[in-house]
């Protein structure tokens, strides 16, 4: 039986094998932050350890790939890089490349000796800008469990005069009021004396994202993403019901305790932007 293609060869096959890969991404982008807050004083000239990221969030997340890329030619050879990128693409739907390339890189880093004193101090003057895109790295991924979309994305639509994704984006990454695009609503929000629009920024500042945190719904966000950077333009109520909840099994429909198919449409338009559609 030939399987549902739900985007460019995307396969719920692939993205059960790419949900099972999210969270050793996570953890180890987490473990290469932990590794850098716990090295600051080793790793970083006194004037440099403030250094900040909120910038990457004004470029597109295509160059901000690139960007990342360039900074791993630190690490990795460019042959290697290469080749991980032709084995993605050499796979139909891409994702499915994922796990055997997650593995290659462990084991790549896993083989590297630890750092000599020459190595890090050749490797400094660059460290901040590639530490700072880990943690940017590691914030956007987080975006995308929240709100289904890159932080990139939530800046665009700030640009573009979304007050909702300005009080989105500070409850990621509070970091981002550094953002030009922000500090712009900032100073104009100043200047008119926007008493409501200081109130709704205070409280995203201290709210908490307790409320999005449901695993299953984070996992279906992450899904969307999958499939609108894949180029999905149509996913029919059919499809959505058979990929959530028949082959992901990540949404419960018509049963206690479960959602409707309509709550499900619904979602989906939500988080496909408009791609998502009957």
Not at 15 to 27: C, D, K, M, T, Y
Not at 136 to 142: D, F, H, T
Request: with cysteine; hydrophobic share 40%.
């Amino acid at each position: 039986m030939n399987e549902t293609n739900y985007g460019k060869g995307i396969t719920a096959r692939n993205l059960r094998a790419f949900l099972e890969l999210w969270p050793l991404v996570a953890v180890g982008i987490e473990d290469t932050k932990k590794t850098i807050n716990d090295c600051d004083d080793r790793l970083f000239d006194k004037e440099d350890e403030e250094f900040s990221w909120c910038y990457f969030y004004e470029i597109p997340t295509k160059d901000f790939t690139v960007l990342l890329c360039t900074g791993l030619l630190q690490f990795v050879s460019l042959e290697q890089i290469l080749d991980w990128f032709k084995q993605m693409s050499d796979c139909p739907g891409n994702i499915g490349a994922l796990p055997g390339i997650w593995n290659q890189v462990h084991e790549h880093f896993e083989a590297r000796p630890n750092p000599t004193k020459d190595d890090i101090e050749s490797l400094r003057p660059s460290l901040p800008e590639i530490s700072a895109a880990f943690i940017a790295v590691q914030y956007s991924l987080w975006c995308v469990l929240y709100h289904g979309c890159f932080l990139n994305e939530l800046i665009k639509r700030i640009r573009n005069g979304d007050n909702k994704a300005l009080t989105d984006a500070i409850k990621i990454d509070a970091s981002i009021i550094g953002c030009p695009t922000v500090v712009g609503k900032i100073s104009r929000a100043t200047r008119l004396q926007d008493v409501k629009f200081f109130a709704k920024l205070k409280s995203a500042i201290s709210g908490k994202k307790e409320k999005v945190k449901q695993a299953n719904f984070q996992k279906m966000r992450l899904v969307f993403e999958v499939l609108y950077e894949s180029g999905a333009l149509r996913l029919t109520d059919k499809q959505l019901y058979q990929l959530f909840v028949e082959e992901l099994k990540l949404y419960t429909a018509n049963s206690k305790g479960g959602g409707s198919e309509k709550a499900l449409r619904k979602f989906a338009d939500t988080y496909m932007k408009k791609n998502a559609t009957t």
